[in-house]
């Protein structure tokens, strides 16, 4: 149950993506050029997306457990300290060099793009290695 | 209207010069970008309210593989719908945005690398910072949010306009 629900609501994200034209790196492009031809569409699709999302956020908290998981499964970590900064700092120059960040380039697999497929691999190898520099890290 | 204004502005601004106000590009699409925001909303809050689960999509991509069986399943069916809803929804109401990937295979693949890499550092994207760390008020998203919307903005800017070949 648990994974048919991850399922649907893996599909209706990409259904979104794609209807708001994120899955097309040459309009986040454009939302990044500031300086250009502007594309403001990516901002509505933030708003349009935190205000659903923030109504489900008010639900939650009157909420014990969701529906078919014992727990809420949060982020506990609340530190802005410069693993988070650098860590999206890199994230945005990558972001800007190509207009795509993980959902998008995930949600355009079945497009047989070959130039995606690369991306993804090298997404992939990206944070691997970053999980084995933090585990180093931390000793 | 507003495809005679851009033309009209960029005209004054000159080939090749940064006009001094925002252009706004012919492709905006606010209705649809709402209407797409609200279902990619609907998809984290329904992660959330069934599952009890961030709708981070790098996280869930990083941790897809490495986790015990039980949180794996999960993980790997949410990934799985996000090409299978792009895909349905483009067979029922066609590819509205379209397609294109222009970067040099060097740069898709360090843009790739970065990307993984400083999600993992950073602990979170677009959608686990951008927007479920923001609806939720949580001031760590909203720093992670602000520093790759602001690298993002620098590195187009810098490849767009300051060596002028980027595409």
Redesign the interface.
């Known amino acids: 149950m648990?994974?048919?629900?991850?399922?649907?609501?893996?599909?209706?994200?990409?259904?979104?993506?794609?209807?708001?034209?994120?899955?097309?790196?040459?309009?986040v492009?454009?939302f990044?050029?500031?300086?250009?031809?502007?594309?403001?569409?990516?901002?509505?699709?933030?708003?349009?997306?935190?205000?659903?999302?923030?109504?489900?956020?008010a639900?939650?908290r009157r909420?014990k457990?969701?529906?078919?998981?014992?727990?809420?499964?949060?982020?506990q970590?609340?530190?802005?300290d410069g693993?988070?900064?650098?860590?999206?700092?890199?994230?945005?120059?990558?972001?800007?060099?190509?207009?795509?960040?993980?959902?998008p380039?995930?949600?355009?697999?079945?497009?047989g793009?070959l130039?995606?497929y690369?991306?993804?691999?090298?997404?992939?190898?990206?944070?691997?290695?970053?999980?084995l520099?933090?585990r180093r890290a931390r000793g | 209207m507003r495809l005679t204004r851009?033309r009209a502005a960029?005209a004054r601004a000159g080939p090749g010069r940064?006009?001094a106000q925002?252009?706004?590009?012919?492709?905006?699409?606010?209705g649809?970008?709402?209407?797409?925001?609200?279902?990619?909303?609907?998809?984290?809050?329904?992660?959330?309210?069934?599952?009890?689960?961030?709708?981070g999509?790098?996280g869930i991509?990083?941790r897809s593989l490495?986790a015990a069986r039980g949180d794996r399943?999960?993980?790997?069916?949410?990934?799985?719908?996000?090409?299978?809803?792009?895909?349905?929804?483009?067979a029922l109401?066609g590819?509205?945005?379209?397609?294109?990937?222009?970067?040099s295979?060097a740069?898709?693949?360090?843009?790739?690398?970065?990307?993984?890499?400083?999600?993992?550092?950073?602990?979170g994207?677009?959608?686990g910072?951008?927007?479920?760390?923001?609806?939720?008020?949580?001031?760590?998203s909203l720093?992670?949010?602000l520093?790759?919307?602001?690298?993002?903005?620098?590195?187009?800017?810098a490849?767009?306009?300051l060596w002028g070949g980027g595409?």
């Open positions: 648990r994974s048919l629900s991850a399922l649907v609501c893996g599909a209706v994200f990409g259904a979104g993506l794609l209807v708001s034209g994120m899955t097309n790196p040459a309009k492009l454009g990044l050029d500031l300086a250009g031809r502007w594309d403001p569409t990516l901002a509505f699709v933030m708003g349009g997306a935190l205000a659903v999302n923030a109504a489900a956020w639900a939650m909420r457990a969701p529906l078919f998981a014992p727990v809420f499964a949060l982020p970590a609340n530190a802005i693993r988070l900064l650098a860590g999206s700092a890199l994230f945005g120059v990558g972001w800007g060099l190509v207009g795509l960040c993980p959902g380039a995930l949600a355009g697999l079945l497009r793009e130039p995606l690369a991306f993804v691999a090298a997404l992939v190898a990206g944070s691997w290695l970053a999980q520099y933090t | 851009a960029r940064a006009p925002p252009v706004i590009a012919e492709e905006f699409s606010p649809l970008g709402l209407a797409g925001g609200a279902l990619i909303g609907l998809a984290a809050a329904g992660l959330l309210l069934a599952d009890g689960r961030i709708a999509v790098s991509l990083a490495g399943l999960w993980r790997l069916a949410f990934l799985a719908g996000l090409p299978l809803g792009a895909a349905g929804t483009a109401f590819d509205l945005h379209g397609f294109a990937i222009t970067p295979p740069r898709l693949l360090a843009g790739g690398l970065l990307v993984g890499f400083g999600t993992w550092l950073g602990g994207c677009t959608s910072h951008g927007v479920c760390g923001l609806a939720r008020g949580s001031r760590r720093a992670a949010t520093v790759f919307m602001a690298t993002g903005f620098a590195t187009v800017f490849l767009r306009h595409s």
